[in-house]
């Protein structure tokens, strides 16, 4: 992709999805994570509702009439976003692919987060970990971030989000705020397990985590179509299937049940908020209300 190419896409997600952030995702962002504390700001003459226990007993002596002391959050965040880069991403049977949609909600919540003047890194990864952006403010900040997740091309094709969390947690030091981007389908066939269930609790004890789980409505349903030559786009290997056969759909069907099962469970387990969305639909109210519950 030519510079001038990228220009233009870069441009036409940030006016999307900076509009987005701006008039519908920055108030629910604010509400929905909360700074690290309360911090002094200054005294005022006490009204008629105001809380007893914030009266400034030593301004009041003084002054010889009540006065309360003023109180504002902290609010500066640290935010991660842990965007698996694998080959899984490119796909996509509907409005987009994957790696489109992890794209423009990466940007909104990139610019929901500077516009509430948090910080915001990422974390790119498959297998391995692909590349590091330490935690800015800005928008030339937030316009690199863009454009490296429509060029960047991962070295790996695998993907180990335990990595990527454990990663996360020597990393950044200080609680953040962090959301994984994945479609998460790193499973353990021998133990019947997603091998980031112990990761992501660990994860979770020291930072607040959330799950945006990216998915493709042909992922979750095998069409009938005959014979399909069939592709792992993370291993490489190719099978035919005939997809003609009941069997095999309902099969088809039935792991990807179990599998969303087994990470619905890990979540759960682990006390962490996600939210699943398709590339059929859009990601304003799924995000949406995934702010609305916390």
């Given at each position: 992709m030519d510079t001038k190419e990228l220009?233009?896409?870069?441009?036409?997600?940030?006016?999307k999805t900076r509009g987005l952030s701006r008039n519908i995702f920055a108030g629910e962002y604010h509400s929905a994570f909360k700074g690290?504390?309360?911090?002094?700001?200054?005294?005022?003459?006490?009204?008629?509702?105001?809380?007893?226990?914030?009266?400034?007993?030593n301004v009041t002596a003084r002054f010889n009439h009540p006065y309360i002391k003023i109180y504002e959050e902290e609010r500066e965040l640290t935010v991660m976003l842990l965007i698996d880069?694998?080959?899984?991403?490119?796909?996509?049977?509907?409005?987009?692919?994957?790696?489109?949609?992890?794209?423009?909600?990466?940007?909104?919540?990139?610019?929901?987060?500077?516009q509430n003047?948090?910080?915001?890194?990422?974390?790119?990864?498959?297998?391995?970990?692909?590349?590091?952006?330490?935690?800015?403010?800005?928008?030339?900040?937030?316009?690199?971030?863009?454009?490296?997740?429509?060029?960047?091309?991962?070295?790996?094709?695998?993907?180990?989000i335990s990595e990527a969390l454990k990663y996360l947690t020597n990393a950044i030091k200080k609680r953040c705020t962090a959301f994984v981007i994945s479609d998460f389908v790193d499973y353990n066939e021998e133990t019947d397990k997603m091998n980031y269930e112990e990761a992501l609790k660990i994860a979770n004890n020291k930072h607040d985590m959330i799950g945006l789980q990216i998915f493709d409505k042909r992922e979750a349903e095998l069409p009938s179509v005959g014979l399909?030559?069939?592709?792992?786009?993370?291993?490489?290997?190719?099978?035919?299937?005939?997809?003609?056969?009941?069997?095999?759909?309902?099969?088809?069907?039935?792991?990807?049940?179990?599998?969303?099962?087994?990470?619905?469970?890990?979540?759960?387990?682990?006390?962490?908020?996600?939210?699943?969305?398709?590339?059929?639909?859009?990601y304003v109210k799924p995000l949406v209300s995934l702010f609305k519950r916390r």
């Open positions: 220009l233009k896409k870069v441009r036409k997600i940030e006016i690290r504390g309360m911090s002094f700001s200054e005294v005022r003459e006490y009204q008629y509702g105001d809380d007893v226990r914030n009266i400034d007993w880069v694998s080959s899984s991403r490119i796909f996509g049977t509907q409005k987009q692919l994957k790696k489109n949609l992890i794209t423009e909600i990466s940007a909104v919540l990139s610019f929901s987060a500077i003047n948090d910080k915001i890194g990422v974390i790119l990864f498959s297998n391995k970990i692909e590349k590091f952006i330490p935690p800015k403010k800005g928008r030339k900040h937030i316009l690199r971030i863009i454009r490296e997740l429509i060029e960047f091309t991962p070295e790996n094709r695998g993907t180990d399909v030559k069939a592709k792992d786009a993370e291993t490489g290997e190719i099978v035919w299937i005939d997809s003609s056969d009941k069997r095999v759909r309902a099969n088809y069907n039935l792991w990807w049940q179990q599998i969303n099962h087994n990470i619905k469970k890990v979540f759960s387990q682990a006390g962490v908020d996600y939210a699943t969305i398709g590339t059929h639909e859009d």
